[in-house]
């Protein structure tokens, strides 16, 4: 699959630029999540949360070296990724070789999980109102927010994109679940976890290309 979305991304070359610019009608974006953290593997939930404590596991910079090889010379025109560190640090790193312009959005970010940032992911599943929260998507995690809001910033942020800047073809680096929900969300599907997708945008309207997990 992956071969095939690089031969993919390749004939994106054969488009006029100009024209899609003009029309503002097509869009690729390859999202991928950043670079596994100490608080992943601890099972401690950091969503908005931001701190010096977090840094990347061995894993984690290998799957940031990875994203790294599989986007080089693929046309990518500029960087966007959520405003957290985790996504800052993945962006940054990653841009060092791709060598274009890097943009950072809180609307990126992944679900807010209001109350129980920093508590443990157990407790966060055993919750009745998590529970419900994952049933009904209009119902909000407890001091945080609801998928459909989730799904509804991070499609108007990539609609925000497309809208406001020149670019055909990007990546934004954000979180597990913001990927996860969006790939759940434009297919029509239960939720899976993924790692990365690809989506085009063409009008208003999201299709998912590819996805996959790093491992």
């Not at 630029?17 to 029309?23: G, K, L, P, S, V």
């Not at 869009?27 to 950043?34: A, P, T, V």
């Not at 957290?84 to 993945?90: D, I």
């Not at 055993?126 to 909000?140: C, G, L």
């Amino acid at each position: 699959m992956i071969l095939c979305w690089m031969f993919y991304m390749k004939n994106l070359e054969l488009w006029d630029n100009r024209e899609c610019r003009e029309e503002r009608k097509h869009m690729e974006y390859c999202l991928f999540r950043h670079g596994q953290t100490n608080w992943n593997v601890n099972g401690i939930i950091k969503s908005h949360m931001d701190d010096s404590g977090t840094h990347f596991t061995e894993a984690g910079q290998e799957q940031i070296k990875y994203i790294t090889e599989l986007l080089k010379n693929t046309g990518i025109q500029a960087v966007f990724a959520s405003d957290l560190y985790r996504t800052t640090e993945t962006a940054n790193y990653i841009n060092a070789y791709l060598k274009v312009p890097v943009f950072f959005s809180e609307r990126l970010r992944g679900m807010d999980m209001g109350a129980f940032l920093g508590k443990p992911i157990e407790e966060f599943l055993q919750h009745e109102e998590v529970r419900k929260a994952f049933v009904d998507y209009d119902s909000p995690i407890p001091g945080g927010e609801s998928i459909n809001q989730l799904v509804e910033r991070l499609c108007g942020a990539l609609k925000g994109i497309r809208d406001n800047y020149s670019y055909t073809r990007v990546l934004v680096i954000t979180h597990g679940a913001a990927i996860s929900n969006i790939v759940a969300y434009v297919n029509h599907t239960p939720y899976r976890e993924f790692d990365y997708c690809y989506l085009r945008l063409e009008e208003d309207t999201f299709s998912v290309v590819e996805t996959g997990r790093y491992d």
